[in-house]
């Protein structure tokens, strides 16, 4: 066996292979895309057969593309979309479709569940509120909907652990992706008893516990057969998707701290223990390291926003973009950079779709406030970056109040743009790192907790020979009063909102 260590992220759209070197170098990475089928308004399901091609497809035309022997991979190790219910017999074959995170069908399930546990009881038990985005509420909707599944049931498993199952035949899943399941006792890191008791589904289903660097055993001759891996190539079972990123992200130490700015966009830092926040505003997910936690606050339309914006907002600079060959981008970071700090007053609230972390309000909407006759473009394009970047400075607010976070590592799409990194840094009033590689945290987190699994690196601070800082942003002290007052004023906006948008939507008057 040799060196490389070969990490699949199984996404929402697809499985990326990637290759990396024990240095640290990505060697390369294949996508292969997968579909998601959304019905019912609020049901997404996957067919698992879909992941298991991906990987086989990818990994093959990975091999073959860096001209390697495939006993040239010592170890594989995934990151995997969470919260999601995949039930198996057996011989670890689907019953059904899986349902994915997006899936909100189990809404009678997560009243039930409320009825034993109060909203409080369980964000202290699980890090999480109850919600039907986890996977125990999915599995008593389908114990109550399709009974003749649930009995058949052997094991339930996310994404990735129904991979390692197919590579070795082992049904196990990490701390992180249990804690997705919804009955997950963050404390003491087991099932808790509790909660599974409330729903009434038998644990017996519930895969065993273990930790990210696990190593599940080897590919056996017919996973190698299918998947074009060697035979006895190491399996380390990885993480959740949200956690690996941890971990790409150099976030492997109490404090070290990251944003990833995407369609949606989340604060994540590390700490030694939950952070069991009073308004419950943010979670705590298990670290993929021993001994520490992840503390968290997702946004739900973050780049999303921005997006809007530029189609919605910006057409005039789409066609001159297409006519001269340019990134529209280009043209809306040139304007966000000429409207002064503050956009002279105006507020834009992002909450398009609704709102996760800080505010758990399906009910709200998105909102410009403060339009005067004087207000600009370049105004009304620099305050939705502007109220973006507010949203996550108050769930950054809230982790401050509990660990000391000195700086920032900002990653994903929106970290391209020059006028965000300065905003974010003037916002959260921090040095702001931006790494050279902006899309590959998740990957890179899999393939280090491979390497720990598998004995290639001591520990997780092995990070800084993968993570390469392009370059850092200070915050602009003469921003930081103009700043302060303008997250206040967005706040208050938000609140004085709340009511409204909750009586119209009771009443169904927005469509």
């Known amino acids: 066996m040799g060196q490389y260590i070969l990490a699949h992220d199984l996404g929402t759209s697809g499985n990326k292979a990637s290759l990396f070197t024990a240095e640290g170098r990505m060697a390369g990475s294949r996508t292969v895309s997968y579909g998601t089928r959304y ?88 890090g999480h509120r109850n919600t039907p985005s986890y996977g125990v509420q999915k599995l008593m909707w389908i114990r109550e909907h399709e009974p003749e599944i649930y009995e058949q049931t052997y094991k339930v498993l996310n994404a990735k652990d129904y991979i390692v199952f197919k590579l070795t035949g082992e049904f196990v899943t990490d701390y992180s992706d249990a804690n997705g399941m919804g009955c997950f006792d963050l404390n003491s890191l087991d099932w808790s008893d509790r909660i599974v008791k409330a729903s009434g589904i038998d644990p017996a289903k519930l895969p065993e516990l273990r930790p990210s660097t696990y190593m599940a055993g080897g590919v056996t001759r017919q996973a190698a057969a299918e998947s074009g891996m060697a035979a006895g190539t190491k399996v380390v079972i990885g993480a959740g998707d949200g956690v690996t990123a941890n971990i790409g992200a150099g976030s492997v130490e109490e404090g070290k701290t990251y944003c990833s700015l995407g369609t949606s966009a989340w604060v994540t830092t590390t700490a030694k223990a939950p952070i069991f926040d009073p308004e419950m505003r943010t979670v705590t997910w298990a670290h993929a390291i021993p001994g520490y936690y992840a503390p968290n606050g997702t946004m739900q339309y973050a780049g999303g926003a921005v997006s809007w914006m530029k189609d919605a907002v910006c057409t005039d600079e789409q066609a001159t973009a297409d006519r001269e060959g340019r990134n529209v981008y280009d043209s809306i970071n040139e304007q966000v950079e000429q409207a002064p700090a503050g956009s002279n007053g105006l507020l834009f609230l992002p909450y398009l779709l609704g709102e996760r972390a800080p505010r758990w309000d399906a009910a709200s909407k998105g909102s410009y406030i403060g339009i005067t006759s004087e207000t600009t473009r370049a105004e009304l394009l620099r305050s939705v970056m502007e109220g973006v970047t507010y949203n996550l400075g108050i769930i950054l607010d809230v982790l401050r109040s509990h660990i000391e976070i000195e700086e920032l590592m900002l990653i994903g799409g929106g970290a391209k743009s020059g006028a965000w990194q300065q905003i974010i840094a003037d916002v959260f009033g921090l040095d702001v790192s931006v790494p050279t590689i902006l899309d590959e945290a998740g990957s890179m987190g899999a393939a280090i907790i491979g390497g720990v699994g598998a004995g290639i690196f001591e520990d997780f601070r092995v990070v800084d020979r993968f993570l390469e800082v392009h370059h850092s942003v200070e915050p602009n002290p003469d921003h930081r009063a103009v700043y302060d007052r303008a997250k206040k004023r967005f706040d208050d906006m938000y609140f004085a909102l709340r009511p409204v948008f909750e009586q119209h939507q009771s009443k169904g008057e927005w469509n």
Not at 55 to 76: F, H, M, N, W
Not at 103 to 113: G, I, K, M, T, Y
């Open 39 to 126: 019905f019912n308004e609020k049901w997404a399901e996957q067919n698992p057969q879909d992941w298991w091609e991906a990987v086989c497809r990818s990994t093959k035309e990975l091999i073959a593309e860096q001209g390697i022997d495939p006993s040239d991979i010592e170890v594989v190790s995934f990151s995997g979309q969470m919260m999601g219910c995949l039930c198996v017999d057996g011989e670890g074959r689907p019953l059904r479709d899986s349902i994915i995170w997006a899936d909100q069908r189990a809404v009678r399930q997560a009243e039930q569940l409320g009825e034993h546990l109060t909203q409080e009881e369980f964000y202290r038990i699980v």
